[in-house]
């Protein structure tokens, strides 16, 4: 194109300025996408939770245990296909910093609710041979460096305290790359047979699965019916909102994460838009020369647009670049946290649309302003 | 022929009737040219001179289309300017005028060649085209061996000549210079003010041109001076137009 000598030596005239500007923007952009992403890993859980699957916990709260028997009284309640059942173990491995999902699981029906978690046949049938026997999703497993065959200490405050030992004997991986590979699965007849008298037969919650999503509610229902007036009652939800209830006890994580990512978004249009201004400013006369020349209001102000559009879109790449770098690494040491920190290709597009949209913005009114120059009186400041 | 008395006849290159231009500045009006005639042919070199507030810039301005008159007519090679858009007016003025600035006006980023090159951008012509009419005109003002140069690597008549090439390098109608020697010493205005002549003499250009220097004003054909917003004819010599009033 034949004017981009010109945007771009209009660009290049005050380096420093150029550079700190798209600096700014490129670490804008990279708050941006961190926010996007942290924002991503709370909804994923929400996403990734089947419609077909009900989780059912004590009434009261989900730190009450429920009695295993309610797992029986379930499986009959008419379109129920499948039950199993979970317990917290909240152990740590090595160091208090070493934290991570422990669950006791009941084997037997552990594949048919959740298929989409996938442990080869070999591995699967050695952890049923053996009670001892351990699963880990492959995150953890790289993560500490485990390999099958590996003998595996959790400390516990719970269940009477102590160190448990396991023998890995199998890693799971998920089917689709934003299942949770982070939980550490170990037998129920092991934990039962371990824990103190008072708790024994009560388990932390139970998940089903339904023939027929849409019967969903009414299962839920029918369950919860079931119970009623029990010393256990219970709560039945679907597997999302179990998950979004999960989510709203860190709070209003959507609205703070939109909150600091709006103020993000201002900030940004501020600095590009004063840094256009100044540009502009400093550049009046020669803007009135352009025109006196031939050039029309329109070219000047293509002109001021191609600027921060350019900085804009530079900077944008940059941010998109150092999250690359940077965000996968934040994911590694946040893996506790939040499992799911993944940089997504969506991201990065909503990322450069931002990018592009404070570059038009920012350009805008210092564009208008020097389309609407008077050359007589541009001229007249030199 | 240069005639202020509105005599002229179609045949003038630009024909100025009536010219009125008031200003308001704060509750005062201003009278900055009031009922001005001009005739000037093709070919013609004309100086205006005149103390300073007198509207010489003004007149200028009006001429270039970069300012309206409050009232009267403008006429160039047959085109009524005083009536044209905005947008018109700007696309008249990359097609017929040629500026040439006291403060040279280059665009301190692009080189030499760059600026030259400005008006020609907004052409249909080829980047080859482009070239051959940039180094022509660069050639005409002797900076040949300057064009990879920046405004800040030239001296100051140099600068004012790649601006010279700049006005001349799209074959406008008409050129006009706001003081073009005002920041010059006097050896490189003298050399702006003989390229000047050439461009007069050799390419036939219609030069109409503002400066408060009698010697200036002394190469002009025709030495316009402006008084009380109308034009009076000074003559050639120097010492004519001093007497006129000038400063």
Same mark, same amino acid.
């Given at each position: ?10 660009? /290049? ?34 996403? %990734?939770? @089947? ?25 009959? %309640?008419? #379109? ?28 037997? +029906? ?46 516990? *405050?719970?269940?009477? #305290? ?41 388990? #932390? ?6 023939? +027929? ?56 249009? /501020? ?7 100044? @540009? ?12 006196? %020349? #031939? ?15 350019? %900085? ?39 990322? /450069? ?7 038009? /913005? *920012? ?20 | ?247």
């Amino acid at each position: 194109m034949r004017f981009t000598r010109i945007i771009w030596a209009n660009l /290049l005239r005050k380096k420093v300025r150029l550079l700190l500007t798209i600096g700014s923007f490129a670490i804008a952009l990279l708050l941006f996408s961190f926010l996007g992403v942290v924002r991503g890993a709370f909804l994923l859980n929400s996403d %990734i939770a @089947s419609a077909s699957r009900l989780i059912v916990i004590n009434r009261t709260s989900i730190i009450n245990l429920i009695p295993l028997s309610h797992a029986d009284k379930i499986r009959r %309640i008419p #379109g129920v296909a499948t039950v199993t059942h979970y317990n917290w173990f909240g152990g740590i491995y090595q160091e208090e910093k070493n934290v991570f999902p422990q669950f006791v699981i009941d084997p037997e +029906n552990q594949r048919q609710v959740y298929p989409e978690l996938v442990v080869p046949e070999d591995q699967w049938q050695a952890f049923l041979k053996d009670r001892q026997g351990a699963i880990s999703g492959a995150k953890t497993a790289e993560r500490f460096h485990w390999k099958i065959g590996d003998r595996i200490p959790i400390k516990t *405050s719970l269940y009477g #305290g102590g160190s448990w030992e396991f023998n890995l004997v199998g890693i799971y991986h998920g089917k689709r790359p934003q299942d949770d590979e982070t939980q550490f699965w170990f037998q129920w007849d092991n934990f039962e047979e371990r824990i103190p008298q008072p708790i024994k037969g009560q388990i #932390g919650w139970i998940i089903l699965r339904v023939n +027929n999503p849409d019967d969903a509610p009414r299962i839920a229902k029918a369950i919860d019916d079931e119970f009623a007036n029990s010393p256990n009652e219970t709560k039945t939800e679907t597997e999302s909102t179990w998950v979004a209830n999960w989510v709203k006890q860190f709070g209003n994580i959507q609205f703070l994460i939109v909150t600091i990512g709006s103020v993000v978004f201002f900030t940004l249009l /501020l600095v590009t838009g004063n840094t256009m201004a100044i @540009s502009v400013r400093e550049r009046t006369s020669e803007l009135a020369v352009f025109k006196a %020349i #031939g050039y029309s209001d329109l070219f000047i102000l293509f002109f001021v647009l191609a600027e921060s559009l350019a %900085i804009a879109l530079i900077g944008g790449v940059c941010g998109m670049l150092l999250a690359k770098l940077i965000i996968p690494a934040m994911a590694k040491n946040l893996i506790n946290l939040l499992p799911n920190l993944r940089l997504t290709t969506a991201t990065l597009v909503y990322g /450069l649309i931002t990018a592009i949209l404070v570059g038009i /913005l *920012s350009g805008l009114l210092p564009g208008l302003s020097a389309m609407r120059l008077r050359v007589v009186n541009a001229l007249r400041r030199v | 022929m240069v005639k202020v008395d509105g005599s002229g006849g179609d045949s003038s290159l630009i024909q100025v009737r009536d010219l009125d231009k008031k200003y308001r500045r704060g509750g005062e009006e201003i009278h900055v040219l009031q009922g001005l005639n001009l005739d000037v042919s093709q070919g013609e070199f004309v100086a205006f001179m005149g103390p300073s507030g007198s509207g010489k810039t003004t007149l200028l301005n009006l001429l270039g289309g970069l300012d309206v008159p409050t009232r009267g007519s403008i006429t160039v090679a047959g085109d009524e300017i005083t009536h044209m858009s905005a947008s018109k007016l700007t696309d008249w003025r990359a097609r017929h005028v040629g500026f040439i600035f006291q403060m040279y006006n280059l665009i301190p980023v692009l080189t030499a060649y760059q600026n030259v090159e400005l008006p020609l951008l907004l052409t249909k012509l080829s980047k080859s085209e482009r070239r051959a009419h940039v180094e022509a005109a660069l050639s005409i003002v002797g900076l040949a061996d300057r064009m990879d140069h920046f405004p800040r690597q030239l001296s100051g008549g140099q600068e004012q000549r790649v601006t010279i090439a700049r006005a001349v390098v799209s074959d406008p109608t008409f050129l006009l210079c706001d003081e073009p020697t005002g920041d010059l010493d006097r050896k490189s205005a003298d050399e702006v003010m003989t390229l000047i002549e050439e461009l007069v003499a050799r390419h036939h250009k219609t030069v109409l041109m503002v400066t408060h220097d009698p010697l200036v004003a002394s190469r002009a054909q025709t030495i316009l001076h402006l008084e009380k917003g109308v034009l009076v004819e000074g003559g050639k010599s120097p010492q004519v137009v001093t007497a006129g009033g000038a400063s």
